[in-house]
């Protein structure tokens, strides 16, 4: 069993950071690859990045390549989200996601754990 509590979410003016963190219980958190997925209203669950297991390697959605970037510290079973110059359309709910697969060209298929969830809203 893997529990994932996001943290970090709130509010802040566009152009303006956030760091998400998401805390995971388990011992299978340093052999797994992780992500994070983002849903706003009235739209689909979506992608937004992901990283491998040792942190060597990430992907990302093309809406925030260059202003997000993910990371993780295996040491605290922790896995980050720094978000940078963040937009209006960055608002939603931000999921963190355990991946079951090899691969970091993830779909919402591709996860067999979920996070509760944080918001985040960017005013303009």
């Known amino acids: 069993q893997v529990q994932l509590v996001e943290s970090g979410g709130g509010l802040v003016q566009a152009g303006g950071s956030l760091r998400l963190s998401c805390a995971a219980s388990g011992r299978t958190f340093t052999l797994s690859n992780m992500g994070w997925f983002r849903q706003a209203p009235g739209k689909e669950r979506e992608f937004v990045a992901a990283?491998?297991?040792?942190?060597?390697?990430?992907t990302y959605a093309d809406s925030v390549q260059g202003r997000f970037t993910i990371s993780r510290d295996n040491a605290k079973n922790t896995l980050y989200l720094q978000m940078n110059g963040l937009k209006p359309e960055d608002t939603a709910v931000y999921y963190c996601a355990r991946v079951r697969v090899a691969t970091l060209v993830v779909g919402l298929n591709d996860v067999d754990y979920w996070g509760q969830g944080t918001q985040v809203t960017v005013s303009s």
């Open positions: 990283i491998s297991w040792s942190g060597g390697s990430t």
